[in-house]
């Protein structure tokens, strides 16, 4: 045989092998969930994402970093406020892919609006309603009755808009002491607001969510909302706003936060995931 043949089938044969590694490689790539391929399709592509103020640690932190290291061409912009703010901000044209509340009542407008994508509409995570104080408060409170007693300032969200002041308006009307302290209330424009105000003696005491209770170590908890003081359970809702800018990476931002490390960090800031 002479050389030229030779050289020919060995090119012959490097392309073949060249040719069954890259399927071979493509296969195992499939196998094991490497999505590469689909990553490079989101590069360029942004999610924004609307998310109440308690969420704010968690995704700042820790969630977004995460994802954005998962899909490196893939930017996540978040807006955070209130529940209620939010809700009137999407109403009136926030850029928004995601929306995520601190309660029902804000995503259910939006939906009954159709500005909210029902499809994706989750039952994601729970919260615990609880009474704080400074750190180094001296004040004899034990119990949420005891607020009733109060002679200072007690803070929570406003009732109007935000969701963690619509939990302790009910539970202090549910445990007959509304009437008794309205007029000591100093109402903040979201819970973080709340907690500062504790956090910084200016409030004697202040009704917030445990998660953020937990982020803070000027506050100390006092209790737990009894049983009895909630019929609303504190659930957070997420979901894909209707018609979203980038499609593709919402929907992936959305499916990455029901994964089970994007559970374990809602868990570790003490959040509880809804079954």
């Given at each position: 045989m002479d050389s030229k043949k030779i050289l020919l089938i060995a090119i012959v044969a490097l392309v073949a092998i060249i040719s069954v590694g890259s399927v071979s490689a493509g296969f195992l790539d499939f196998l094991g969930g490497n999505n590469s391929a689909g990553n490079a399709n989101l590069t360029g592509q942004e999610v924004n994402l609307a998310a109440a103020a308690s969420l704010k640690n968690a995704f700042d932190k820790d969630l977004i970093p995460m994802f954005e290291q998962k899909y490196p061409g893939v930017k996540v912009t978040p807006t955070y406020a209130s529940s209620g703010d939010l809700q009137s901000q999407?109403?009136?044209?926030?850029?928004?892919?995601?929306?995520?509340?601190?309660?029902n009542k804000q995503m259910n407008k939006l939906a009954n609006e159709s500005l909210v994508d029902n499809n994706t509409n989750v039952q994601f995570l729970e919260n615990k309603v609880v009474l704080i104080v400074p750190k180094d408060s001296k004040v004899n409170i034990s119990s949420f009755d005891d607020l009733k007693n109060v002679n200072g300032t007690i803070a929570i969200g406003d009732p109007e808009s935000v969701p963690a002041g619509q939990y302790a308006k009910e539970a202090l009307t549910n445990l007959g002491i509304w009437n008794d302290t309205e007029s000591k209330l100093s109402l903040g424009t979201d819970v973080t607001a709340v907690l500062n105000q504790v956090a910084q003696g200016s409030a004697d005491c202040g009704i917030v969510y445990s998660t953020d209770a937990k982020s803070n170590g000027d506050v100390?908890?006092?209790?737990?909302?009894?049983?009895?003081?909630?019929?609303t359970p504190v659930i957070y809702p997420v979901a894909m706003l209707k018609n979203p800018e980038h499609p593709?990476?919402?929907?992936?931002?959305?499916?990455?936060?029901?994964?089970k490390e994007a559970k374990d960090v809602f868990v570790q800031y003490g959040f509880t995931i809804h079954e």
């Open positions: 999407i109403e009136n044209g926030l850029k928004a892919d995601v929306f995520m509340s601190a309660a100390k908890v006092v209790c737990e909302a009894p049983d009895d003081a909630l019929k593709e990476a919402a929907k992936e931002f959305l499916n990455f936060l029901q994964t």
